[in-house]
Nanobody, 122 residues
Framework: VQLQASGGGLVQTGDSLRLSCAASARFFSTLTLAWFRRAPGQEREFVSAITGSGSSSYADSVKGRFTVSRDNAKNTINLQMNSLNLEDTAVYYC?????????????????WGQGTLVTVSS
């Protein structure tokens, strides 16, 4: 499975941004997909995940502001990020796991994209 994240950029607080991740995988619809992020000097942290059937989970820090979605026909996962704040500045990574369960820890994912940088300025 190869993952390619895109959509990062420089925005201001309160703005919105949409990240996308394209996957090359034969059984994409069976994968659980996730977004993680790593802020400068911080550990990689969970953002959101979505199973093949559409069940999703979110970190408390983004709940109500971020929405994860997937398009199994296009082999893509998206992350709509609204009301961005300074703490959202990070490199965002998409990840995939061969499971139908939601996982919130990096070691639970087998495949990783290269990351896309989101910078939120005041």
């Amino acid at each position: 499975v190869q993952l390619q994240a895109s959509g990062g950029g420089l925005v201001q607080t309160g703005d919105s941004l949409r990240l996308s991740c394209a996957a090359s995988a034969r059984f994409f619809s069976t994968l659980t997909l996730a977004w993680f992020r790593r802020a400068p000097g911080q550990e990689r942290e969970f953002v959101s995940a979505i199973t093949g059937s559409g069940s999703s989970s979110y970190a408390d820090s983004v709940k109500g502001r971020f929405t994860v979605s997937r398009d199994n026909a296009k082999n893509t996962i998206n992350l709509q990020m609204n009301s961005l704040n300074l703490e959202d500045t990070a490199v965002y990574y998409c990840a995939a796991a061969q499971t139908n369960r939601l996982r919130a820890f990096p070691s639970g994912y087998h495949y990783w994209g290269q990351g896309t940088l989101v910078t939120v300025s005041s």
